[in-house]
């Protein structure tokens, strides 16, 4: 049993943010800080050797505003949880490294957690949302997945890349920095017609990259004799209103196969309105509740890794330094779930 007190702390660097949080079993978010890589307009993405310098500057840093911030010390600190997989190997290592390190100087326990489940609990822990389907809709990573018999499944998958990539290198294409779905959705209001485009989806599963390649070459036409911006604007709406309506399609053919009622956004691209508005319409059409979390823990975070941390090991997980390499290629589903009824 665990008292009251039982606090994680968290490491994130599964891709562009290093992040550390501070947080009770009770899932009380104590400090949940983060330094994220960005690009400036026109740059590229996310560069791996340029990822992992980011990380080790800053790391240092950021757990120092996590611990001033949450008014506990290390010495109150029972468990390290870190981000093992999937991710991308340069930034993953620095903060299984960073983890290690807290580990051993302090004496304290260690656990890997997987990013993906990772936002699963934390979404279900302050929604309150039961069984739910989850549209995880990041950078990398496009999934649809739900509970049955001991497993997280996945039942849809992007079949190229992952909806936030496709999102980010469509901005690159027309000139916008890294990250850029906040622009994206900015300007998704300011269309008027819609164009069409490339609409990929097979059974449960979807396709970004033909979207992606018209997308493009349309904007380019547009703009070929001049900017014109309410023909680009446009062009940006009809791009994600395709890719999200994409997105709605095979949740919505989740929830018919499993007949559950609740669906739960995670990831970065979780956080965009325009995909939030087609999730709520899809759910009450159908009889079932969006939950939707605080944008703080859709994107990539340190609270989420350590909420699971603890979930994790209240059920008998344990991670040896042995055992703390990193899973750049982990999946939810390899992954035995023991705490849901």
Not at 206 to 229: D, M, P, V, W
Not at 236 to 252: C, D, G, K, N, R
Not at 298 to 310: E, F, K, L, Q
Request: glycine letters at 10%.
């Amino acid at each position: 049993m665990f008292n009251k007190k039982f606090i994680s702390l968290g490491v994130e660097s599964t891709a562009h943010t290093f992040g550390v949080a501070i947080v009770d079993e009770a899932g009380l978010i104590l400090s949940n800080k983060k330094n994220m890589f960005t690009t400036k307009d026109g740059e590229g993405g996310l560069i791996p050797s340029q990822l992992s310098e980011h990380h080790y500057a800053v790391a240092l840093a950021v757990l120092n505003e996590a611990i001033d911030e949450s008014k506990i010390s290390m010495n109150e600190i029972d468990l390290i949880s870190f981000s093992q997989g999937p991710g991308i190997g340069n930034a993953l290592r620095v903060g299984a490294i960073f983890a290690r390190q807290l580990s051993l100087i302090h004496k304290k326990e260690l656990i890997g957690v997987n990013h993906c489940l990772a936002h699963m609990e934390i979404g279900r822990k302050l929604t309150n949302s039961i069984d739910p389907v989850l549209l995880y809709a990041s950078g990398a990573n496009t999934q649809i997945i739900c509970y049955e018999n001991d497993y997280y499944r996945v039942f849809g998958e992007t079949l190229d890349t992952g909806i936030g990539n496709f999102l980010d290198s469509f901005g690159r294409n027309i000139g916008m920095g890294f990250p850029a779905g906040p622009k994206l959705s900015e300007i998704y209001y300011k269309g008027k017609e819609f164009i069409e485009l490339p609409y990929t989806v097979k059974g449960q599963d979807l396709a970004f990259s033909g979207l992606l390649t018209s997308a493009t070459r349309k904007y380019q036409e547009i703009n070929k004799n001049g900017f014109n911006e309410q023909k680009s604007a446009d062009l940006i709406y009809s791009t994600m209103h395709t890719a999200f309506a994409m997105l709605t399609e095979v949740t919505e053919r989740a929830l018919a196969h499993t007949n559950k009622k609740e669906v739960l956004l995670g990831g970065g691209v979780g956080c965009s309105k325009p995909l939030q508005e087609m999730l709520l319409k899809m759910c009450e059409s159908r009889g079932a509740k969006l939950f939707v979390p605080p944008n703080q823990v859709m994107v990539d975070n340190a609270a989420m890794i350590a909420y699971t941390g603890i979930l994790m090991k209240q059920n008998g997980y344990k991670t040896s330094i042995n055992q703390s390499g990193i899973l750049p290629k982990q999946r939810i589903d390899d992954i035995k779930i023991n705490w849901m009824k």
